[in-house]
């Protein structure tokens, strides 16, 4: 498989799954903000720091961000610019994508150029948010059960972890830390509201109800299953696993020298013991942003061995503006 084609696997896969959690911010945090009372320059600033955008120019208002975060094709991390070029990476690859995923995907790329997805958008934001959701959700299903799970498939799949891995790391970290409590609020309905957006921030919720942790102490069950929880597809450990998994399976292609260890094989295993030497309570002990700082430098880091190891050198990964 050459290069080029596992790096629009790569990316392709990578964007709807950031389309889709810039969904999933934008609409818990308009929905927590309709029943808790945040200072105003503490209610849509952190979404912009999620995305890794810290310079912003006009006032981060609820209709400036979120008409920023969904409609501006000048912003790389914007729902639009995102889907885009998941579909301009689907495009370049289509003899290896099915049949199904880039119709698919060519349909949703043509509605958001629609006026009725604009009028959407102003009429019921929650279920233009929903859309976007379910595109991603969509087209990983149909890539899933319609390509063959072979060389182009463990890309994808590399992509959507490594994406989530580093989204769930940085709502985890910047949403409850710029939004942290009074010393007087913690433990109190405020505090546990702001856990619970943090959940629903990354579609965990429903399953973290549905665990042991649900019933202990707020704080540390939400942390250690977000981040440790390995049965949840979008905890940290999981995707951390996950990454892990396809990288090995890759590198097993190779013909010449089945069982070789890459530099992104031991990025992703030193992240692996890392996690698997703390726990939730330690974690918080320790410094929970100390914590996800390290997580989110060392995808990074994985995701600069991944370039370095399998696409070319030098080369920018297309519309790459930021890991």
């Not at 060392?298 to 995701?303: K, Y």
Request: aromatic share 10%.
């Amino acid at each position: 498989m050459i290069s080029r084609v596992a790096e629009h696997c790569y990316w392709m896969a990578r964007y709807l799954e950031r389309a889709e959690n810039t969904a999933r911010i934008l609409e818990v945090n308009q929905t927590l903000l309709l029943d808790l009372q945040v200072p105003i320059e503490e209610q849509w600033k952190p979404l912009l720091i999620i995305s890794g955008l810290h310079e912003y120019d006009d006032e981060p208002t609820s209709e400036n961000v979120q008409d920023f975060m969904t409609w501006d094709t000048e912003n790389p991390f914007s729902i639009v610019t995102s889907l885009w070029w998941a579909r301009e990476n689907a495009r370049i690859i289509r003899e290896v994508v099915s049949a199904e995923v880039w119709e698919r995907m060519n349909y949703y790329h043509l509605w958001l150029q629609k006026a009725e997805s604009r009028e959407l958008f102003h009429g019921n934001r929650g279920e233009f948010y929903a859309q976007i959701r379910r595109i991603n959700q969509l087209l990983s299903g149909i890539a899933n059960a319609t390509m063959s799970h072979d060389e182009p498939w463990q890309f994808v799949r590399l992509g959507r972890s490594l994406e989530r891995l580093n989204q769930t790391a940085r709502i985890l970290d910047v949403k409850y830390h710029t939004l942290l409590p009074r010393v007087d609020d913690v433990g109190s309905p405020v505090d546990n509201a702001h856990w619970m957006a943090i959940l629903m921030s990354c579609s965990a919720y429903e399953p973290f109800h549905k665990t042991g942790w649900a019933m202990t102490e707020t704080a540390n069950a939400v942390v250690e299953f977000l981040m440790f929880d390995d049965h949840f597809p979008r905890s940290i450990h999981h995707c951390a696993s996950s990454c892990s998994r396809s990288l090995k399976a890759i590198a097993s292609y190779s013909p010449t020298d089945p069982h070789r260890i890459t530099e992104a094989d031991t990025v992703a295993a030193e992240l692996l013991n890392w996690l698997d030497s703390r726990s939730g309570k330690q974690v918080i002990a320790d410094g929970l942003h100390e914590s996800l700082t390290h997580i989110v430098d060392s995808t990074h880091d994985l995701g600069s061995a991944v370039t370095q190891t399998y696409f070319a050198l030098g080369s920018t990964p297309p519309g790459l503006v930021a890991a």
